[in-house]
């Protein structure tokens, strides 16, 4: 059975902090990593990643895949309080590009 | 990016009725389209896998016969829970599949009373 763990599980910082959220799975026949930013709705996607140690980045945000150690890590630099949300890790695999998501860490980012 | 929609995105149903929440694809053609359903403060369960003109196939331990998922066409899912419980009370979100990325809708939330 897939897996797929997200560590710490829950995150408060102040504005200005540095951030990072770990991932970790196991899946069958991986075909990507993908990173999710859920607030109060559906979540939005934020990056996929496919290829060991090349860094994908957008604005604050960046984010690395290690295939060998099965995880990715992402980062968030100066955060801000509109950066308070659920991070969302996924793992996308199987001939029917099925995703399975971890539990999701829970970031406060205090003024 | 592709969009997708939900419909409705907030229903509330009284208790042993069935409600029909629609997935569509609005500038894309989605093969295959997900249902995951989402409890408070949980991570998204993925409850099916919805292919077009075929039937869909079901995680362990989710009923078919409670959650019907018709995928009548390339830009529509529907999922139907069947004589709802309050226990069916919770937040679903359907995604569809374009290549390798999968756009998620905005979802539905349903309470069952």
């Known amino acids: 059975e897939d897996k797929v763990v997200q560590s710490p599980l829950s995150l408060v910082v102040h504005e200005g902090d540095t951030v990072t959220l770990n991932c970790s799975y196991e899946v069958t026949n991986f075909r990507s990593l993908l990173w999710y930013k859920q607030e109060k709705k559906a979540p939005t996607f934020l990056f996929m990643l496919t290829s060991s140690g090349i860094e994908k980045k957008s604005g604050r945000l960046s984010s690395i895949l290690d295939k060998k150690e099965l995880s990715s890590i992402l980062n968030i630099t100066a955060t801000q309080t509109g950066d308070s949300a659920i991070y969302l890790c996924a793992v996308c695999g199987g001939s029917n590009y099925k995703l399975t998501f971890g539990k999701g860490t829970l970031l406060t980012v205090n003024p | ?113």
């Open chain 2, 1 to 113: 990016g592709a969009v997708v929609s939900q419909h409705p995105s907030r229903v509330i149903c009284k208790s042993g009725t069935s409600v029909k929440i629609e997935c569509r694809s609005l500038d894309f053609q989605a093969t295959t389209m997900f249902w995951y359903r989402q409890f408070p403060k949980k991570s998204l369960m993925l409850m099916a896998t919805s292919n077009e003109g075929s039937k869909a196939t079901y995680e362990q331990g989710v009923e078919k016969d409670k959650f019907l998922i018709n995928h009548a066409s390339l830009t529509l899912s529907t999922l139907t829970v069947t004589s709802a419980h309050p226990e069916d009370s919770s937040f679903y979100i359907c995604s569809a599949r374009s290549d390798s990325e999968q756009y998620f809708g905005p979802g539905t939330r349903l309470t069952v009373t």
